[in-house]
């Protein structure tokens, strides 16, 4: 028994905001748009900016959104929906102004004290919105998560609710061109990461195992290329598998690695994508241990001894991380709601293997 | 540059209408169950009837659908829903039931009259719908397509809206466990051709390629077994393969085989899985000729000779059609929607070939 649900509309290719632009005008009167600080760089925000104004929208930018948003950042938006009087949603940049976006929508129609935003058991209503990602990476375009920092539990969590789903997702590989190389390289193994994590949850799907596949088969051959120059044929296909990513997802959510790479970004500041790729290549080393890890392998035609020596080359230098503080990352890990949904659930002495074999540390 | 849009609701397994069932009291107050004669042989409509009682909600059952419904069937279904006060629809059976269900949601709220009903340029307004599959076959649980009887041009049309995809669709292979043979193996020969014909469509997309070949993937193998006697499994296999093609058609569209097959159904009242099967074969050959049949051919994992064999197998015998009906049915073909949409055109001589060679006739 399983159920699908994916009802964003999405538009892909070159100039799709340009083309299909006219599709705003039914989201509402008045934009907030939800930005980055630097997304004015690569041109989606002023193409943003015109179709709405050729829609005859109003629209007021709320450029503030901070990398891995926290509740104050949402409430900034909040009030300046309010004070603007905006009515529906653009989000354009990476994954933070998306999240922050996810949550000012549904914040913004189901008030909730601070300490009540992590409680999950949201209704099914939120302001409408319209995603233009600008990273081929997180994939938020197509999912009901918006993943917020937990001060109270020092951690990133997910919020989750059916009234996510964007609207629409506008993907055009061009706002990605110029993205230095750290972000291309992080974006990419944040989707690599959603796409093998989707294949082993405990919570996959025939369609999530079909749409990772697919992730993981367009993904794949182009991730050795992300630390170098890339084609727009390239960056097109990874934005079009970071959604495919991200559509699977949407349907199993993700699993141990992003559960344990939390803390490497609340604790250490280490980018969201990198933790991800930092850990990868140990938790597949305990799948393939534990016999789970052939639909991954399979996926990206490469064995995992293959993806570990590119995750590697990608990586580069590893973080000096103190072992006590590895330890301590592990004993938090344990129990996380996403590691509980891995095919292959691992113990607290396997999660404390791969915190320390991930950072070079002996495990005895 | 692609869109892609199926925003339905999928339950799929055993039992899901027990387990999901709650969902529908989101739709409305009173239901129209809308069902052929035979639909309540496999347990579907009192499962449906069982769901909306323990909702609470009003249930009037239309079961007079006839096989490729008329206007006049969709015209008594509509007097029916007001008569009764119904403000949502459930459709019950196979693709005839389904695409009556959403032709009365949408012509329900937007008037037309009988010459104007395949004129195109529909709303986006229809009463919500949920569709229950009681065949593998038709996918039509997860498309924006009704197909109809057009008796001013001969032959069946499609009314396509956005709102005619349902708000939620049930897929429980239970259904089409007692399904005979005959409808078994003409169900599965067009859940098969929209696969197919989705791959040799022009309007094709990554999406719709992704998902064309996993339902090839999945339904091939069972095809040669729909013959005899199918496992509960297979059965799951063949739904599920069969709304796979259907989101695929959903982008995509169906092509020559189509287009040329409306034609055997109207005038000689062969069944539409059938008439796709028998033009099948001769259509491939021909997409072998002109170099597109290799994406079909790698998704069965099977060469063009194979797949030919396998469908004359299914089809036995086959119908005894004079030549010039053939001919003129050719005659009738040139330029249908469906048949431009093919990702190689075949010209008048090609397609007077295809309905020649399916009914062995010399094409000289």
Redesign the interface.
Known sequence: ???????T????????LK??GARLSGLGAHALVVTGRSSAKNGALSDVLSALAANGQEATVFDRVVPNPTVACVREGIALLRAAGADFIVAVGGGSPMDAAKAIALLSVEERADGEIFAGNYGVRALPMAHVPTTAGTGSEVTPYAILTNDEKETKTSISSPALFPKFAFLDGKYTFSLPRDITVNTALDAFSHAAESLLSRAGT?MSK??AR?ALRILYPVLPRTGGTLSAEERDELL?ASALAGMAIAQSGTTAVHGMGYCLTYFCGIDHGRANGLLFGETLRLCEEKGVAADVEEACGADAEEIRRLLDGLLGERENIPRESLLGFAERSVGNKNIVKSVYEPTKGEIERIFLRSFGRQTE
Chains 1, 2 share one sequence.
């Open positions: 028994m399983f159920s699908y649900r994916m009802p509309e999405i538009f892909f290719g070159r100039d799709c083309t299909y025939p079909m749409l697919e079009y």
